[in-house]
Structures are given as structure tokens and as C-alpha cells.
């Protein structure tokens, strides 16, 4: 079953910030967000597995809500290295992994 | 030392030919996987191999068959191509499976080689 993510694109300038969202209609067991970057593989970027955490390294972090049917990924104070097309994948207990449909974030200088 | 390399990186050949994808990964891993990118960019799973054993299996046509010689080797076979076939196809591999299936929590994180992007004429 497909999570939804939105905004399905969103075109920033250096330095604002950006949140994409991935939901499911059913609990999740785990949550991951991929990058790639045009022509490129997609780079794994972070996994959320526990209902209420968050998690981040330098200016991009993600949270996942307690029903365990949302996840956020919050990209501050964006760079030109952020451009490119973000997946969550999610898992359902016991079924195979599966990727959304992306969302293509372009930040302009 | 590329941890995924697949080869080749382009292919491009006419309609009805048969053409090979092959992906080798270094990490140690025991799951692999072959995912299709199309020009919408949508990432789907096509099959996947734990331990040299088919586990995913997804409705792909019967014109493509994987075939995985050991955990670290698994390639790509696909017959009589057709237009519909041009995409860019992804091996992956992941330390095991997900899903809770597998020993590990979350050991499914998944490593994708460069891609191989196929044209069919």
C-alpha cells in the first residue's frame, strides 16, 4: 500500500525551510527518507521505527507521530545540495517495503 | 570500492531483444533487490533475493527473470524487450529483510548501485 507524500514539488530559495509529509492510512512498523539527486541513486537519509520520535543530523531531521501513521521531514535553512527528489518508504507489518511517490524539492540561489 | 556497482550503466537495443543487468554488492549484505525507475520517477520493486532465494516477487512479467548465483551477485535477464521496458533499473541491497521479517530491527536500509538506464528502440 503506497504512502502519500506531499507537496508533490516545492521550488525554495537558499536559506528557507521546507517540511514534506508521508502518511499512511494504516500503522507503520517503520518509516525511511531517500534522497536523489537528478541522474543519481537514491541515498538513504534516515529511518524512524518508534510512535513519537524524531530524529536529525545537521539541518535535516524527521519525526514520526505516535500513531505511527505520519512522518515529517524537516529541512532547514535549505542549501543548493538539498535539490533533488525525496522518498519516504514505509513498511506494514509483515509486508514488503514500499516507496511513495517523491517529492521534487528545487532550491533556487 | 563501489559497494553496489551494476553494469552496465547504459543500454540501448531494439525492441524484441534479449539484454543482461548485472549487480554485485561488497557489504556483507544478505538481501538484494532490483527496483524500476520510470520517466515519472516512481521507485517499484520488482524482486528480491534473501540468501540467494526469491522472497518478493512482484507482478513483473514473465520476459524478466532474476537470477541470484550467490547472496553477493544478482542479475537481471530480460527477453524480447519492449518500448514499455525503457526505464532505469536500481540493484539494492539491504542487511536483511524488513518488515519485521527478518533478525534485525530496521536492517532493511537499502544501498543502491548507480543505476542502469535502458533504452528500448
Known amino acids: 500500500q503506497q504512502p502519500v507524500q506531499s507537496p508533490q514539488a516545492v521550488i525554495l530559495r537558499e536559506g528557507e525551510d521546507a517540511v514534506i509529509n508521508c502518511s499512511s492510512s494504516?500503522?507503520?512498523?517503520?518509516v525511511h527518507w531517500y534522497r536523489q539527486k537528478h541522474g543519481e541513486a537514491p541515498i538513504f537519509l534516515m529511518i524512524l521505527l518508534k510512535g513519537g520520535e524524531q530524529k536529525g543530523h545537521d539541518k535535516i531531521s524527521a519525526s514520526f507521530n505516535e500513531k505511527k501513521q505520519q512522518s515529517s521531514l524537516y529541512l532547514t535553512a535549505s542549501q543548493l545540495s538539498y535539490s533533488g527528489t525525496y522518498f519516504c518508504?514505509?513498511?506494514?507489518?509483515?509486508?514488503?517495503?514500499?516507496f511513495g511517490p517523491g517529492t521534487r524539492l528545487s532550491v533556487l540561489p | 570500492d563501489t559497494a553496489v556497482s551494476q553494469t552496465p550503466k547504459y543500454l540501448v537495443t531494439q525492441m524484441g531483444n534479449d539484454k543482461s543487468i548485472k549487480c554485485e554488492q561488497n557489504l556483507g549484505h544478505d538481501t538484494m533487490y532490483w527496483y524500476k525507475q520510470d520517466s515519472k520517477k516512481f521507485l517499484k520493486i520488482m524482486f528480491s533475493?534473501?540468501?540467494?532465494?526469491?522472497?518478493i516477487n512482484e507482478t513483473v512479467p514473465n520476459r524478466f527473470s532474476p537470477k541470484s548465483p550467490d547472496k553477493a551477485h544478482l542479475n537481471l535477464h530480460i527477453n524480447s524487450l519492449e518500448l514499455g521496458d525503457s526505464a532505469v533499473y536500481f540493484c539494492?541491497?539491504?542487511?536483511?529483510?524488513?518488515?519485521?521479517?527478518?533478525?534485525?530491527?530496521?536492517?532493511?536500509?537499502?544501498?543502491f548501485g548507480a543505476g542502469s538506464r535502458l533504452t528500448v528502440l
Open positions: 539494492a541491497s539491504s542487511q536483511d529483510q524488513g518488515g519485521g521479517r527478518g533478525l534485525l530491527w530496521g536492517a532493511n536500509v537499502l544501498t
Open positions: 533475493y534473501n540468501n540467494k532465494e526469491l522472497i
Open positions: 518508504g514505509t513498511e506494514i507489518y509483515g509486508q514488503n517495503f514500499v
Open positions: 494504516k500503522a507503520l512498523y517503520s
